[in-house]
């Protein structure tokens, strides 16, 4: 199978709910191989839209990323934070 490219996959997810989408920012983060951790940083205006009421749409983020992963064997782990400007 083909690896995933988690950046791209994130961000091309995320940016079309964001008014700034030139402000998203994924990184990836290699816990110990088997469990990946990735960091969204987003405007501050656009923290709320990523993760939406009663976060409902980081939920769904996350489990299209754990979907995903999963395949793989692995775990994710998806936090979303303001950008620092």
């Known amino acids: 199978m083909k690896e995933i490219n988690y950046e791209k996959f994130l961000n091309d997810l995320v940016a079309p709910l964001v008014v700034h989408q030139n402000d998203v920012v994924v990184n990836k983060f290699d816990d110990d191989g088997n469990t990946l951790t990735i960091q969204i940083l987003v405007h501050p205006d656009d923290v709320g839209r990523v993760i939406g009421k009663k976060g409902r749409v980081i939920n769904s983020i996350r489990t299209i990323a ?16 303001a950008l620092v400007l």
């Open 66 to 81: 754990h979907a995903c992963a999963a395949r793989d064997g692995k775990k994710v782990e998806i936090s979303v934070d």
